[in-house]
């Protein structure tokens, strides 16, 4: 008879806080970087308050972000860090889904599992409203 290792209220606290303290390092580190990276880029131009130049297509969905940043344009790179910010919370209800599923606690499971579908679909419907 084996018996599986039981997960604690204290050992998710721990994973939980480990995934929003990587989330918002990691986040932070590629905003920065995006700004090093705009600054050299940029860094000299002179700046034009007369006219307005509105955001590109490419840095409002997910797919052009991702695609910009790995194509190194700095306006990208520092929007895919603003991504992994947002993405930061909705992993950790997400985890919190897989921690109460291993207490077996059904009715955080379901809670939780509301409050992600919301967080999703406010993040769905926001990006389907900018684009």
């Given at each position: 008879m084996t018996t599986q290792p039981k997960i604690t209220d204290r050992g998710i606290e721990r994973i939980v806080s480990v995934i929003l303290r990587s989330g918002v390092l990691i986040s932070g580190t590629v905003v920065f970087l995006g700004g090093l990276l705009f600054l050299a880029r940029?860094?000299?131009?002179r700046v034009d308050y007369r006219s307005f130049h509105a955001q590109a297509v490419s840095d409002k969905l997910v797919h052009g972000?991702?695609?910009?940043?790995?194509a190194r344009r700095a306006r990208?790179?520092?929007?895919?860090?603003?991504?992994?910010?947002?993405?930061?919370?909705?992993?950790?209800?997400?985890?919190?889904?897989v921690g109460f599923?291993?207490?077996?606690?059904?009715?955080?499971?379901?809670i939780t599992s509301v409050v992600l579908a919301i967080l999703l679909y406010s993040l769905v419907a926001g990006a389907a409203g900018a684009a």
């Open positions: 940029h860094g000299g131009e972000i991702i695609a910009g940043a790995a990208s790179v520092i929007q895919l860090g603003v991504l992994l910010l947002l993405a930061t919370p909705i992993a950790r209800v997400a985890f919190s889904i599923a291993l207490e077996r606690d059904r009715l955080y499971v379901v």
